[in-house]
């Protein structure tokens, strides 16, 4: 099992920042993605960002060029610096993570998600 403890989310203005982190603990293979997804109100939990424990970064395409995803491997957390903040960011935000074999294949059973934390930007 993993458990995962998101931290950062809250208010901001439109332009503005947050951070988001999230630590992970428990059974977290040396290969492994971690990223965000986010579910506004009445719709689909949606990709966000996710890198793997080699660094290799995806991004959704709304949010590419103002978010960005890192992560500490000595701590296995993640972070996502959001900057110029849309009032469609808003949504709450899950930290995920996924296990893999050595040849990258992630394991179904090995999904794990966060509680979520709220993102709420006003215009």
């Not at 208010?11 to 290969?31: D, N, V």
């Not at 900057?83 to 394991?107: H, I, M, Q, W």
Request: aromatic letters at 10%; a neutral charge.
């Amino acid at each position: 099992q993993v458990q995962l403890v998101e931290s950062g989310g809250g208010l901001a203005q439109a332009g503005g920042s947050l951070r988001l982190s999230c630590a992970a603990s428990g059974s977290i293979f040396r290969i492994n993605a971690m990223g965000w997804y986010r579910q506004a109100p009445g719709e689909q939990r949606e990709l966000v960002a996710t890198i793997t424990s080699f660094g290799n970064t995806d991004y959704a395409d709304s949010v590419k060029g103002r978010f960005t995803i890192s992560r500490d491997n000595a701590k296995n957390t993640v972070y996502l610096q959001m900057n110029s903040l849309k009032p469609e960011d808003t949504a709450v935000y899950y930290c995920n993570v996924r296990n893999a074999d050595d040849r990258g294949v992630y394991f179904p059973s090995h999904n794990y998600w966060g509680q979520g934390t709220q993102v709420t930007v006003s215009s």
